[in-house]
C-alpha cells in the first residue's frame, strides 16, 4: 500500500511539473498566438483560440483512456 501512495505521489509531482512546463515554455512560448486570449478579457465571445488545447492535449489523452478500456 505505501508503494502505491508513493506512486499516485510521484504521478502528480510529475504531471504539475508538466502542466507548468506546459503553460509557461508552450503556451507562453511558440503557441502564445492561440493562449493570449485566455490572459485578455476583452472579447465578449464565448470560445477563445486558447479553447484549441482542449483538441491538442485532452482529446488525444480522452482518446487513448477510451480505446485502451475497450481493449
Same mark, same amino acid.
Given at each position: 500500500?505505501?508503494?502505491?501512495? =508513493?506512486?499516485?505521489?510521484?504521478? /502528480?509531482?510529475?504531471?504539475? /511539473?508538466?502542466?507548468? /512546463?506546459?503553460? &509557461?515554455?508552450?503556451?507562453?512560448?511558440?503557441?502564445?498566438?492561440?493562449?493570449?486570449?485566455?490572459?485578455?478579457?476583452?472579447?465578449? !465571445?464565448?470560445?477563445? &483560440?486558447?479553447?484549441?488545447?482542449? =483538441?491538442?492535449?485532452? =482529446?488525444? !489523452?480522452?482518446?487513448?483512456?477510451? /480505446?485502451?478500456?475497450?481493449?
Amino acid at each position: 500500500m505505501v508503494l502505491n501512495v =508513493l506512486i499516485i505521489i510521484a504521478a /502528480f509531482m510529475v504531471m504539475e /511539473f508538466i502542466a507548468w /512546463f506546459t503553460h &509557461k515554455y508552450i503556451m507562453h512560448g511558440g503557441m502564445w498566438h492561440f493562449h493570449k486570449d485566455h490572459h485578455d478579457h476583452s472579447s465578449e !465571445s464565448f470560445f477563445e &483560440k486558447n479553447d484549441i488545447f482542449f =483538441l491538442i492535449f485532452a =482529446l488525444p !489523452s480522452w482518446l487513448g483512456i477510451m /480505446f485502451g478500456a475497450i481493449n
